[in-house]
Structure formats: structure tokens, C-alpha cells
């Protein structure tokens, strides 16, 4: 049974449910619609309401397109139609109290997909163990992150995520929450996002603790390649690459030229045409504008932008079979491809396949690729912006290892898997597409467990990381800590950035 709480915000009362102890307010609004003359612009002030505004249901979600089959199953997304889409959800076990800590969650999807509505991201569970957890949607793709050569505001979706983030400081006392506890949190693009933060001038002070699962700071665009990408989707819509031109594009028509370019950049990707965007696919990601996001965010940490934040950060062992195993593409690739992708990588190929092949005997070529891509855009980025902050800063490391037996057990410990054993939401229906059902919940406990204790004292409950040692915290099969986890393979990479 669920009763009724209401809580007062910068903006309006808000009137949320109670159900065995955990308080939810969904869908409150931390801006300002970004449609009409608000389209491209820079995050505006929640528009205020009178009386009490119901926060009982998902607020809209932003304008996304669906994934492809068959990621639609395995990475189930609600649609919520409507406008006020910069929106968050808070769950606190006590609006009346003060003090908790507070973990700000930021959703993954490429930057283009997501919401802070997946149900995977229930934070019913950390306000079960006393903290606030807030979860929040930000705007996507071209309208997040398209770069106008015009007056567009670059990186629109980091600016987002700062104003939700100011909208926490502002307003989560009035949950229960301390705004001087305020933990950042996400993964993949949501992750990367996180390594934004920590290199933007306007975010610093609103948060002192960053969580970064299957992502880090070592992918951006440049301008100039993200202006040409912008070129590219203006061009199929026959319309100039601006700001205004764009933003008089239906939303529909601007979703499918998006998808058009990122299928184009998947089946073709031409590093001539494409700069950086050829090898790590993705069109619309952060952008080192040089104000917004002054510099790559490794750089920006290893120069000391984010020395007094203490960070947990880590990846899954098989990330990059969630994007081989189930389209098949793992069994097209052979050995000449394999080769090939190893060069591009910059690696020496004998001794790669040496190494790879003694770390996974009898692995198929496809197996061996998803092993170096995992490394590449994965385990390596974390690694390094651990390097990069250990020496002055806090740092802790994790890596997720449990293996999935969906498709024959070929899944592995791939990309997003970890979420449910984060937010301890692996009951939910939903989440089985990729756990098969049958993941165990004392992992869940113990992962669930050190997110809880970061957030709440800065210490997961494992050795912090150094370079001689190496610490890695392994949630598997079994918990327990390692030092320089694959060391040889790490090495490989050594000069290779």
C-alpha cells in the first residue's frame, strides 16, 4: 500500500507516493522545455506552477529514436510523449530529514538513447539504504549535441546535466538530501559524461564523489569534425547546417536523418570524412569546444580539474560482446578482419594475438576482437584517468566479471550488464533479457553494497588505487581484489593512447 508525500521545490510543491519507507517524486521538471525559441539553446529555469504539481508518474522523455532489433529487447526504453522533458526523479527514505548523501544518476544509450525512466534505474533501493538517489533525463543526439559553426550553444546536453545538477544543490535538502554530499554517477554515455564533469569549470562544486561504470574521458569530438558532422545531417535534409534551419525541421525528420548518419558512420566509417568519429562511431558525443569543455577531459583531470573529487571508476570484463554477440556480426569476423582492426588499433599484431589468444584459448577471432575492443574503448580509458587522478586524488577500481548465460554463454560480462547488480533492481522483469534470470543477488548485495558505502563515506571498502600495485576490485564469481588484473595486456597498450 502507497500513501502520499509532498515536497516544496525552487519552482513548486510536488506531491509524491510512499511505499515502505522509500518516498518517490517523479517527473519534476529542472528546466524549461527545449522547444519553440528554447530549440538548440542552452538550458533555461523550470517554469513555475501553482498548488501542488503531481509527481507520482515518468515525466516525458526527450526525443530519441527506438534501438534496432535486437537491442529493443535487451535494452528496453519507455517513449513518454510530451514537452517538459528535462526532467529527474528523486527517491529519498525520509523528505522531512537532512543530511543524506545524494547519488545523481546519469543514463547511458550513445548519446543518443535513454532515459532516466529505465526501469533498471529504480532508486528505490538506495533510498532503502539511506540515500537520496536522484535520476535525470538531458537532451540527446542532434538536439543535445549537434555543433552549430553559427551562435548553436556547443555541448547542450553537458549543460543539461549541469543544470540538473545546480537544480540538486538548489532543491534536495527539501528531499532530505545535504547538497555538500552530492555524488555523480553514470554509465557509458553516461560515464563519459561524468568525464566531462570533471573537466568543466561550470560544474566544479557540485559534486565532491563521481562513479564512471563503462566509460571515462578519453572520447570527444573536436570542433571541426563535429561541425562537419553536422554538415552531413543538414545535407540530408537539403536545409544550411544552423542553428535556426535545423531547429525549423520537424522532430520526426530530424530523428530518421540521424539515424541515417549513424547507419552511414556504422557501415562506412571513413576516418577522411569522419575524423575521430571513424573509430569510435559514435556522431554525437561531447565536443572540446575550449568553453564548455575546455580540453579532453583525461588531460583536463591529469592537469588537476578534478583533484578534489574522489572517483570510482571500472568496466565490464566482455563489454564489447553486447555489440557483436547478438547480430551475429561475432562469427563474420576472420582472422584477415581481426588483423586488420589490431593495425587500426595501433597495436603490434603478433604480439597482440599472442597475448589475447594465451588470456582466452580456443576464442573464435570474433571473441579475440570484442577482447581488444573492450580494452581499447573500456578498460584502458578507465585505467589511465585512474592513473590520471591516483597521484594527488582518491581513486578506486572495479572491474564487473560475472558472465551471462544468454546466447550460449557467449555474452560474457558485456556492456550495461552491471546495471541491475548497481542499483539492486535485478528482480525487475525486464533486466532478464540480459541476465538470463538467474543472476545471483548476494553479488547484487555486494556491488550494490560499495556503491552505497562510496556515496555515503567516499570509500567503497577495497584499497584505493596506486600505480605500482594496481588494485582492482573484481565483482564475479567472487569478490575479491587483484592486482593489475591482465597486466600483459595492459602493457601492450603501453604508448598507444
Not at 535545423?246 to 522532430?251: M, N
Amino acid at each position: 500500500m502507497s500513501t502520499e508525500s509532498t515536497v516544496s521545490t525552487s519552482s513548486g510543491a510536488v506531491r509524491g507516493t510512499e511505499r515502505d519507507g522509500v518516498h518517490a517524486f517523479l517527473g519534476i521538471p529542472y528546466a524549461a522545455p527545449p522547444f519553440g525559441p528554447r530549440r538548440f539553446a542552452a538550458p533555461q529555469p523550470a517554469l513555475p506552477w501553482e498548488g501542488v504539481r503531481p509527481a507520482t508518474e515518468y515525466g516525458p522523455t526527450v526525443p530519441k529514436p527506438p534501438y534496432a532489433p535486437p537491442y529493443d529487447v535487451l535494452l528496453p526504453e519507455p517513449v513518454i510523449p510530451g514537452e517538459d522533458c528535462l526532467n529527474l526523479n528523486v527517491w529519498t527514505p525520509d523528505p522531512g530529514g537532512s543530511g543524506l548523501p545524494v547519488f545523481v544518476w546519469i543514463h547511458g544509450g550513445a548519446f543518443v538513447n535513454g532515459s532516466g525512466a529505465v526501469p533498471v534505474y529504480d532508486g528505490t533501493a538506495f533510498a532503502r539504504d539511506g540515500v537520496v538517489c536522484v535520476t535525470i533525463n538531458y537532451r540527446l543526439g542532434v538536439d543535445g549535441f549537434a555543433h552549430f559553426a553559427d551562435d548553436g550553444p556547443p555541448n547542450r546536453g553537458l549543460l543539461d546535466q549541469v543544470a540538473a545538477l545546480r537544480w540538486v544543490q538548489e532543491n534536495v535538502a527539501a528531499f532530505g538530501g545535504d547538497p555538500a554530499r552530492v555524488t555523480v554517477g553514470g554509465e557509458s554515455a553516461g560515464a563519459m559524461s561524468v568525464g566531462s564533469l570533471l573537466a568543466m569549470p561550470s560544474a566544479r562544486g557540485l559534486f565532491g564523489r563521481a562513479v564512471l561504470q563503462s566509460g571515462a574521458g578519453h572520447h570527444a569530438l573536436t570542433p571541426a569534425t563535429a561541425t562537419r558532422i553536422c554538415g552531413y545531417l543538414a545535407e540530408r535534409l537539403a536545409v544550411p547546417p544552423t542553428r535556426e534551419a535545423l531547429a525549423a525541421v520537424p522532430v520526426p525528420d530530424l530523428i530518421a536523418a540521424q539515424q541515417g548518419l549513424a547507419a552511414e558512420i556504422a557501415v562506412m566509417p571513413d576516418p577522411g570524412r569522419f575524423g575521430e568519429v571513424a573509430a569510435n562511431l559514435l556522431a554525437f558525443e561531447p565536443v572540446v569546444d575550449g568553453e564548455v569543455l575546455p580540453d579532453l577531459p583525461i588531460r583536463a583531470v591529469a592537469a588537476g580539474s578534478a583533484r578534489d573529487v574522489a572517483v570510482l571508476v571500472g568496466a565490464n570484463r566482455d563489454e564489447q560482446r553486447l555489440f557483436l554477440v547478438p547480430n551475429g556480426v561475432v562469427d563474420m569476423v576472420n582472422d584477415q578482419l581481426l588483423g586488420l582492426a589490431i593495425a587500426g588499433y595501433g597495436l603490434p599484431a603478433d604480439r597482440a594475438l599472442e597475448v589475447y589468444g594465451a588470456a582466452r584459448p580456443g576464442a573464435t577471432p570474433g571473441e579475440l576482437l570484442a577482447d581488444v575492443a573492450t580494452d581499447w574503448f573500456f578498460r584502458l580509458p578507465a585505467i589511465r584517468l585512474a592513473e590520471a587522478q591516483a597521484p594527488g586524488g582518491r581513486t578506486w577500481v572495479y572491474e564487473f566479471s560475472w558472465p551471462s548465460p544468454q546466447f550460449g554463454g557467449r555474452l560474457g560480462a558485456c556492456h550495461a550488464l552491471e546495471l541491475g547488480f548497481t542499483f539492486d533492481t535485478l528482480a525487475h522483469e525486464a533486466h532478464g533479457a540480459l541476465t538470463g534470470g538467474v543472476a545471483p543477488p548476494e553479488l547484487a548485495d555486494a556491488m550494490h553494497g560499495a556503491w552505497v558505502r562510496f556515496v555515503t563515506d567516499g570509500d567503497p571498502g577495497w584499497a584505493p588505487y596506486d600505480v605500482p600495485r594496481r588494485p582492482v576490485q573484481d565483482f564475479g564469481a567472487q569478490v575479491r581484489l587483484v592486482e593489475d588484473p591482465r597486466g600483459e595486456q595492459r602493457a601492450l597498450w603501453e604508448g598507444v593512447r
